[in-house]
């Protein structure tokens, strides 16, 4: 058994925040615990009472300046592009030329500045490594505070990796640096309060947030929506949307059988014998897009009542302190997921929305489609698929080691997609740029 003195000591001696440290003792106290993290299929029932996205807005007028004002939308910008190949903040991956996803993200809160006549707030989550590159590109947007990182920056913390055997801070002077990890993206909670941001966005009036990734476009603050959220009286919607067989190994919404609640099982909480049901998308039919709306005064309230933590579910990974060295110490990393929050809001909700707001670029091939013009974006940084796609975006897959990097789409080129259901490229090939193509290809 560690004692969490040890662990507390090596924290604070980086800076972390107080609230940082409980949220992981929290975590560490599940694991010494030796309750199960998983979440059995026998526990759960298929998600219940899940409204209509398009229901819902089609019924609702857009928010006024004065619910603008109220709002802050914020954006988890942690994560690096080294999957394909770029070595800083993933947002800064080009979309058009000379466009990158934190242009469009700047350009989305100065047209809500516009309708609203106010300075809606715009907060980054990022973390120690895309902290500098992202402050430096927005050092161009001077008008309207983005380049100042107290008005738009909030840190992501860092979690010490366990020893397996002991349960203390593994030590690895080679690299100190591998001695840490993300704490996934549930590290938004204890952030917001570890950093005042909480209480500087509730002292300024701000009581709605919508939170989603960076790399997400589809992930935009629709006005209408949210008038229908402050009215509604939800301390907490998670967006989702139908699961394909794409999906099938992604967390889904599911309901507690023993109260009703609506809860987010990721697969690394599923039972081995239970992954046919977890991977059953006709049974559980939603998938999490990252996509929250949560009332501050709400988490707030939440934070209080448990002593300053979301009690989230943990998520325990078994590695090596050096993922490239599989004979250095076995360490573990504790990660807890945004959605899970779910669970921890009384009265909670789940919105179907359309497969267009959950429109991530994990691969090349995602990025070749947002640079097709199968992907319209207009003045306001608003994506939207072109007419032509009928509302469902062209599958492009591009063979993993020739265009797994972003510098391998250059000489791919940038055909038109917009005509197009699937793409296949499995071989060294070039496009004319714009060149013509429909329905299913393969090359």
Known sequence: MSSFDIIERKMQGVGLSGAAISAFRHSVQVLESKQSMLIPEGDIQPAEGVADWEELVAATPAADAELLAQAVLIKLNGGLGTSMGLQKAKSLLEIKPGVTFLDLIVRQVQSLRAAAGYPVNLLLMNSFSTGEDTMAHLSRYTEGGFADPDKVQMLQNRVPKLRTDTLEPVSYPANPELEWCPPG????????????????????????????????????????????????????????????????????????????????????QCPDADLPEFQNIDKHRFFNTNNLWIRLDSLRDSLMANGGVLPLPVICNTKTVDPRDGESTKVYQLETAMGAAIQCFPGARAVNVPRSRFFPVKTSGDLLLLRSDAVEINEAGLMSLAPECAGVAPIVQLDSKLYKLVDSLDSLGVPSLKNVKKLVVSKVHTFAPGEALSGEVTI
């Open 185 to 268: 993206h549930g590290d938004i909670y204890p952030a917001l309060v570890g950093s005042g941001w909480l209480d500087k966005l509730l002292a300024a009036g701000v009581k709605y947030a919508f939170v989603s990734n960076s790399d997400n476009l589809g992930a935009q603050m629709d006005t209408r929506f949210l008038r229908w959220f402050a009215e509604s009286g939800a301390p907490f919607v998670m967006e989702v949307t139908r699961r394909t067989e794409a999906d099938k190994k992604g967390g889904h919404l599911a309901t507690r059988a023993v109260d009703g609640q609506p809860i987010l099982r990721e697969i690394a």
